[in-house]
């Protein structure tokens, strides 16, 4: 199997469920540095003209640093027989391990982004803006959730560049 760039018009996924359900790869920087981290939060859709997609990176993660430096990311899908990969990448930090070598990973760049060549699909994105979420509007059941730890989420929205999909 090889990515194969598609029309982004004949882009025909459940967001809902690859994003929220199979979860994916939020990956930024380049070959010799970059990082990965699993997301289950995101959207994609329609800003400025623009074909976007919306990602939610806590500053916390190591992640944040390349996401930060980076004018570019990608975000990658992956086959139910490659669930470990979401396991591992959401549980363990780059800081502390190579995720990479864990999981045998295969970073090219695409468009230039990092990306997974062993992506089942890959969506390669430009940041357009990005802003935090502000602690007064988060509803109470959300802050006891999710931000007992007072880090709140950064959100990128990122222009869709082109979509990759393996054939
Ligand atoms: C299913 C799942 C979904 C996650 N979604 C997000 C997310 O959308 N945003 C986020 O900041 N962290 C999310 N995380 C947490 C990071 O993946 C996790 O903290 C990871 O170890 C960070 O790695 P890093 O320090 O190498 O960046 C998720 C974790 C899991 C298991």
């Not at 329609?46 to 990608?74: C, G």
């Not at 990658?76 to 780059?94: A, H, L, M, Q, R």
């Amino acid at each position: 199997m090889k990515l194969e760039k598609i029309d982004i018009l004949d882009f025909n996924e459940n967001v809902f469920k690859i994003i929220g359900k199979d979860y994916a790869l939020l990956a930024a920087g380049d070959l010799k540095h970059h990082n990965a981290m699993t997301i289950g939060w995101g959207g994609l859709g329609f800003l400025w003209r623009k074909n976007v997609s919306m990602v939610f990176v806590k500053p916390t993660r190591y992640t944040y640093d390349f996401t930060e430096a980076s004018d570019t990311y990608s975000i990658n899908f992956f086959t139910p027989e490659d669930k470990e990969i979401i396991s591992v990448f959401g549980s363990k930090s780059g800081r502390d391990c190579d995720k990479d070598a864990i999981c045998n990973m295969e970073p090219i760049m695409l468009d230039g982004a990092i990306a997974y060549a062993n992506a089942r699909l890959v969506i390669v994105c430009k940041k357009i803006y990005h802003h935090d979420f502000d602690e007064a509007l988060v509803p109470e059941d959300v802050k006891n959730m999710y931000y007992k730890d007072q880090k709140f989420h950064r959100v990128y929205y990122g222009e869709v560049i082109s979509i990759y999909q393996a054939k």
